[in-house]
């Protein structure tokens, strides 16, 4: 399945489901320097977009990354230890931790990524970090 349809049925279709069955609008975690499509609607559009079944609010929309971990620190709110990096015994980096989530088996833009002896790729990382998962990966591609 392509990307943009796995978008449209895991992310967009339950968002606007949300809306038409509760009546109330969506917020949105993301932020503008994640791309230039985002970046470029947030400044034709805001982070209150009232567009009928498309109204949602994007309030993390100008805030940066580093902004996000600094309020989390701050304030001590918690968050998932897949952000985290896991350390080996001796203090080095066994695993790193995820910049983005998204899918677990979403190869969009994986080929981009930088893998070596000491750079691992997300299927790597998903493969110590939930091998169980990373077996289901290799099912489900195998069909």
């Known amino acids: 399945m392509e990307c943009k349809k796995c978008c449209d049925i895991l992310k967009k279709e339950p968002m606007h489901r949300y809306f038409k069955e509760s009546g109330n609008y969506p917020y949105v975690g993301t932020q503008i320097e994640e791309s230039r499509y985002r970046h470029n609607s947030w400044i034709e559009r805001g982070c209150n977009i009232y567009d009928g079944a498309n109204s949602m609010s994007k309030p993390l929309s ?23 990096d896991v350390l080996n015994d001796d203090g080095s980096i066994k695993i790193e931790g995820e910049k983005r989530t998204g899918c677990a088996f ?27 998962q990373y077996k289901k990966r290799k099912l489900v591609k195998s069909h």
């Open 62 to 84: 100008i805030f940066t990354k580093k902004d996000i971990w600094d309020y989390i620190h701050i304030f001590k709110v918690p968050y998932s230890t897949i952000y985290d």
């Open 106 to 132: 979403c190869a969009f833009g994986a080929h981009l990524e930088k893998s070596d002896l000491f750079t691992k790729n997300r299927f790597q990382r998903l493969s110590l970090r939930k091998p169980k």
